[in-house]
T-cell receptor, first 112, second 119 residues
Framework: AQSVAQPEDQVNVAEGNPLTVKCTYS??????LFWYVQYPNRGLQFLLK??????LVKGSYGFEAEFNKSQTSFHLKKPSALVSDSALYFC??????????FGAGTTVTVRA | EAGVTQFPSHSVIEKGQTVTLRCDPI?????LYWYRRVMGKEIKFLLH????????ESGMPNNRFLAERTGGTYSTLKVQPAELEDSGVYFC?????????????????FGPGTRLTVL
């Protein structure tokens, strides 16, 4: 069985400060890890994914994530947050099966 | 390239009624998935089509839910009869490659979702 945990329901940061959204995972096979973002009244948008190779993955809108196998983590980061980054962020994992298993989501609020 | 589209965006129905949700995947995508998010909880997998065939329907909650993908293009998800606990947001996603090999690495692209409210 595979699962994802997002330990923080909410993250609040000031604009211009670094943003980190935490994610840990559990899989029995190879982990394929994804981050999605949902802006208000919008669908899920793909941000980035880790399949294999370099542990630091760069994605859309200046986001990046670091895969850490020993800590089974895949934290999402952005060096300088914008007010427009305020949204709901989901971490997801797939093993060798097709379906995604999502975390409960983390609401990010960036204040001006 | 058009993204995944879903219709309707919102649906409000009475308990016991029938509702049909539609999903149009990205053109050329063989894989189509349905997920739902109930009461602000995790997004849960419902089922997976490869072209017109059901590959995995292990997430379907019960036999009140029926999904079809005739001709391997758009898909419908019918709930009959609807119950209060079916309220939530139903997402559709699609990805390109078919077959077991490499499918796990494909990105699933999601539609905007259908918000279903059962009263």
């Amino acid at each position: 069985a595979q699962s994802v945990a997002q330990p923080e329901d909410q993250v609040n940061v000031a604009e211009g400060n670094p943003l980190t959204v935490k994610c840990t995972y559990s899989v029995s096979g190879n982990p394929y890890l994804f981050w999605y973002v949902q802006y208000p009244n919008r669908g899920l948008q793909f941000l980035l994914k880790y399949i294999t190779g370099d542990n630091l993955v760069k994605g859309s809108y200046g986001f990046e994530a670091e895969f850490n196998k020993s800590q089974t983590s895949f934290h999402l980061k952005k060096p300088s947050a914008l007010v427009s980054d305020s949204a709901l962020y989901f971490c997801a994992v797939r093993d060798d099966d097709y379906k995604l298993s999502f975390g409960a989501g983390t609401t990010v609020t960036v204040r001006a | 390239e058009a993204g995944v589209t879903q219709f309707p965006s919102h649906s409000v129905i009475e308990k016991g009624q029938t509702v049909t949700l539609r999903c149009d995947p990205i053109s050329g995508h063989d894989n189509l998935y349905w997920y739902r998010r109930v009461m602000g909880k995790e997004i849960k997998f419902l089922l997976h089509f490869v072209k017109e065939s059901k590959q995995d329907e292990s997430g379907m909650p019960n036999n009140r839910f029926l999904a079809e993908r005739t001709g391997g293009t758009y898909s419908t998800l019918k709930v009959q009869p609807a119950e209060l606990e079916d309220s939530g947001v139903y997402f559709c996603a699609s990805s390109r490659r078919s077959g077991a090999s490499g499918t796990g690495t494909d990105t699933q692209y999601f539609g905007p979702g259908t918000r279903l409210t059962v009263l």
